[in-house]
């Protein structure tokens, strides 16, 4: 099976850039120093102008815990319906219930409405309870991917992990490992892991216009085709 590169992107920029790298998928989110939030309306309007590689926002209402409440929750379903309007050719959820488990029941309704999107499983998998019967949960579900680092803050500190993971998944669903992912260690995340699919923001500061108030530089933080292109490179030889 052919090695996937899904780039995370924070704006239409980054996404621009994912693309002309050689990226296989976008995860298309807003704030990602909060671990990503759904993106705009405008946003994903422009992205579906912009892309010809498929997109998957994230729907999440906001940071922090992946407990939704009631309200929280219809926004959520809103989201969805937009998304599938507008076309996108999938989603990223993920739900869990107080004990930490996976919440089945909402996820089951997010995927209902999602019509012939895909679904990605997202890293509130690495927050659940019980990762072997979370895995069997979200396969029941009929996801298509679970983004996560095996548990650990970086992919590669929970190699063992998601070796693990594979193999239970089988050829059922994909594990695709994320978080701290980049050039020096892609190589031995898929060597040692058996995964075929591969999450990272492949970022770099990157320097903008003067601001004309205090003469300095504008500096952010975003996707790299520099960097894109190397890992495609790496995934390319293995």
Sequence with gaps: MLNNLEICVGSWQSALAAQTGGADRIELCDNLAEGGTTPSYGMLVQCK???QIPFFPIIRPRGGDFVYSKN???IMKED???CRE???EGIVIGILRKDGSIDTDRCSELIALAGAMQFT???????CND???GLEDIIQLGCHRVLT???REFAFEGIEVLKSL???AGSRISIMPGSGINELNLHAIANETAAYEFHTTAKKLIEYDIDPINGEPYHALETSVENVSKLKEILSLI
């Design 49 to 51: 102008k912009l892309l």
């Design 72 to 74: 929280e929750f219809e």
């Design 80 to 82: 969805v319906i937009c």
């Design 86 to 88: 507008i076309g996108c």
């Design 121 to 127: 499983f997202h890293r509130a998998f690495d927050r």
């Design 131 to 133: 990762m072997k019967g």
């Design 149 to 151: 680092s095996g548990g």
């Design 166 to 168: 594979v193999l239970q």
